[in-house]
């Protein structure tokens, strides 16, 4: 059984120092008939659990704390009997929405989950924010970037605990070692590559 990417898109309330604004968030799943890793459980889990469509969820992985990537990791870990995982650098994020319930496990740069077989490999890439985490999958020429790098450039910043010096040296060190042609599949909007984007990386 092969690796395989399957998306959701769901909809919803990102809030933030105390403005609110309406988005579409990219859910990735990443796996094979049997296994498989959600990545950014946002704002309703079950059109997820219906993606998930009864594999073995072995975690829900956040790529950073924002309430919009993971106002719906609880209950999909609920329902889907799995572990949350995210950087404990944006755990005052996660305590804003999740008071009541600790992550599982933390990510930590450099580290490598296995998964139908393959390997993904963690990137710490702070600056949209202090815990933001990209995830490189070589098998498949593929970077799951969450809001540190988009279609157009880098993610946003300007707000509370974002840097947009941080955020454009954590890319340049992180992300454009990576090969021209590997896919980012964002946390919003449309795909792009590695090297469409180097252009774009400026502070």
């Known amino acids: 059984m092969s690796l395989r990417i399957d998306h959701v898109v769901t909809a919803g309330i990102f809030s933030l120092d105390g403005e609110d604004f309406e988005v579409e968030n990219n ?14 459980a946002a704002h309703d889990h079950r059109p997820i659990l219906e993606g998930i469509g009864g594999r073995t969820v072995k975690a829900v992985i956040c790529t950073h704390g924002h309430n919009d990537h993971i106002n719906a990791a609880v209950e999909l870990a609920t329902e889907a009997n799995a572990p949350i995982w995210m950087h404990p650098d944006d755990a ?3 305590d804003v929405i999740h008071p ?12 490598s989950i296995a998964i139908a077989g393959s390997e993904l490999s963690v990137l710490h890439t702070p600056g949209h924010s202090p815990g933001g985490c990209c995830f490189h999958v070589p098998d498949l020429r593929t970077v799951f970037s969450g809001d540190t790098l988009f279609n157009g450039g880098p993610g946003a910043t300007g707000r509370s605990f974002s840097s947009r010096e941080l955020l454009v040296d954590s890319i ?8 021209d042609e590997t896919t980012v599949h964002t946390g919003h909007g449309d795909d792009t590559t590695i090297g469409a984007e180097r252009p774009n990386i400026v502070v």
């Open 100 to 111: 009541d319930r600790r992550i599982d496990a933390p990510l930590s740069d450099g580290q």
């Open 92 to 94: 005052m994020l996660w």
């Open 172 to 179: 340049t060190a992180k992300l454009l070692p990576l090969h």
């Open 27 to 40: 859910i990735w799943l990443l796996g094979d008939d049997r296994e498989v890793i959600v990545f950014d």
